[in-house]
Every structure is written in structure tokens, then in C-alpha cells.
């Protein structure tokens, strides 16, 4: 999976910026549910002070969700 983000930089040159996940050994299929792995590991440690039915956006960081996945033979690369 790939994202690639173009535009102008916050000085106003052009800037595109890749990010790239590659998943190996069939692992590919743990990658949409760390999400969910996340937040629930963030509910029961206690570091996540709401509850009840909401929009998830925000509440699991890509660092956090990139952790779920360790372990697994999935790498992440970022490119300018």
C-alpha cells in the first residue's frame, strides 16, 4: 500500500512525499483490525479518558497503530 501526498511545502516549493507499506508471508490481512488492537490496548490501560459511541478519528496516533504491527513482517518507508 502506498500514499503519496504532493503540493507546495510551508516555504512554497513544490514537495511530494511517499509513504509505503509492504506487507510479507501473508500478513497483509492483520493490517486493517491494528486499529481497532490500538485503541483497545489504550481503553484498558486507562490512557483514553472517553467513552461511548464516537468517530474514532484522532484517537490513535500512526506511531501507536504502527506498533500493533510489530512482529509481523510488515515494513513502513517514508520518501521526499
Known amino acids: 500500500m502506498f500514499v503519496t501526498l504532493q503540493g507546495l511545502g510551508p516555504v512554497g516549493r513544490p514537495r511530494r512525499i511517499t509513504w509505503q507499506l509492504v506487507a510479507r508471508q501473508n500478513h497483509g490481512p492483520n493490517i486493517p483490525c491494528m486499529a481497532a488492537v490500538a485503541l483497545a490496548r489504550k481503553l484498558a490501560s486507562g490512557r483514553l479518558s472517553v467513552r461511548g459511541a464516537q468517530p474514532c478519528v484522532g484517537l490513535v496516533s500512526a506511531d501507536e497503530y504502527l506498533a500493533e504491527l510489530h ?9 521526499e
Do not use: A, E, R, Y
Not at 72 to 77: A, C, K, L
Open 71 to 79: 512482529g509481523f513482517d510488515i515494513t513502513v518507508s517514508l520518501t
